[in-house]
């Protein structure tokens, strides 16, 4: 459960400022699309109970975009990785995540 004021809205047209304390600022890489992604929310470790970085992704897939998906855990020399792929065409992870990192896709436009 998401703590009570820990949720800060925004509208990311209106400033490139970021609204967190950080050192580190980025220019923005344009205007966002215009309601044409998928969605997400990330927690940084401070705001976190367990001191670590949350990141929840809701990939918006097609209405035709097959759904068949099989759960794959690579394990070997350099790899640990989990996530979901398409059946028969697994040489990626298209959702997923290592001890370090996570990844989702987005239908963007679809």
Do not use: C, K
């Not at 967190?20 to 992604?37: F, K, S």
């Not at 035709?64 to 794959?72: A, G, H, L, M, R």
């Not at 690579?74 to 997923?96: F, K, N, R």
């Amino acid at each position: 459960m998401i703590d009570a004021g820990s949720i800060v809205s925004f509208d990311p047209l209106e400033s490139a400022t970021p609204f967190v304390d950080t050192d580190i600022v980025y220019d923005a890489a344009g205007a966002p699309p215009d309601r044409e992604a998928s969605n997400w929310l990330t927690v940084s470790p401070s705001a976190a109970a367990r001191n670590a970085t949350l990141a929840v992704m809701g990939p918006q897939l097609g209405y035709y975009y097959p759904e068949i998906v099989q759960q794959i855990h690579l394990s070997g020399p350099g790899i640990e990785a989990q996530g979901a792929a398409v059946p028969g065409l697994s040489m990626y992870i298209l959702i997923g995540r290592t001890r370090d990192y996570a990844w989702s896709l987005t239908s963007a436009g679809n």
